[in-house]
């Protein structure tokens, strides 16, 4: 299958409240097939315009396409890419093997220019990431004497720091990984310790608690050294079982069970074959958060884990239907924030910031 991707980041400020958008096309342009944004906190333009890309590039690899037309308004972007300009800055280099290494994964990727003009829909959704981000910049420290602004909650609250953990090589390829436990990449060391060293800086963590895959477990630890804590293993935070999709690509497994895995796109109730609905994930991570709100009540304890049960405690702390499962996007090593509160009360202050990396 051929497509285009199109993308865009910016960041205001250079650097400042940045994000990216991307969006996958027909060959032909006449649908689109994907899309995606996501607020990136504090960063650069180059560094969004590369994410951007990274994106579209997953999208596609997503969708199955095999021949991919990439088209960025970023001169310098496609310049690097396309091979006649070098890269030189450090994080520009890691996030540019990152897109080389996904782009092999297709048959053909060519890169072209193009004016703003006609990026308008990547564009667009990157302002509206870049909006985001600007709005949760350096969100203030909740109150612990007086309600928690307009929602009327009192007292103080649990506040869990949700660290999701660094880069394995099922990740970096893109492939369901779920009770298989594979190690930290280079990159995801790297990741580990970047998101270690910011939260050490903050203090203020009164425990570190994670799933016992080795792949959190190694992120956890890194926290817990930079902030002098011990590591408490919690079994209900591990990852969703995929039963016989694990390590598979989102396009093997619609290959190999095609009506299954629509429905399960769909409906949270059903299973992968021999796996996990996530309507049990969202039974045995409401455990876990019941049992560190209670033991850690006014406290912040971070919370190292996988995708799924990280935005199964955003869906608890927003009290959302399970849609918000397929719409919310995590990066690797990101962190978002929930609060939850003696009356009951609840609230999310952040999702998915990664500016620390």
Known sequence: MKVIVEADGGSRGNPGPAGYGSVVWLADHSQVLAESKQAIGRSTNNVAEYRGLIAGLAEAANLGATEVDVALDSKLVVEQMSGRWRVKHPEIAELHRQAQSLAATFDRVSYRWIPRSQNAHADRLANEAMDAAAATEDPPAPSHSSPAGWTGARGAPARLLLLRHGQTELSLERRYSGRGNPALTDLGRRQADAAAEYLGRGGGIAAVVTSPLQRAHDTAAAAAKALGVDVVLDDDLIETDFGAWEGLTFAEAAARDPDLHRKWLRDTS???????????????????????????GGETVLVVSHVTPIKTVLRLALDAGPGILYRLHLDLASLSIAEFYPDGASSVRLVNQTAYL
């Open 270 to 296: 059903i299973a992968p074959p021999e796996g996990e609905s996530f309507d049990s994930v969202q039974n045995r991570v409401r455990r876990a958060s019941n049992r560190i709100v209670a033991e850690h």
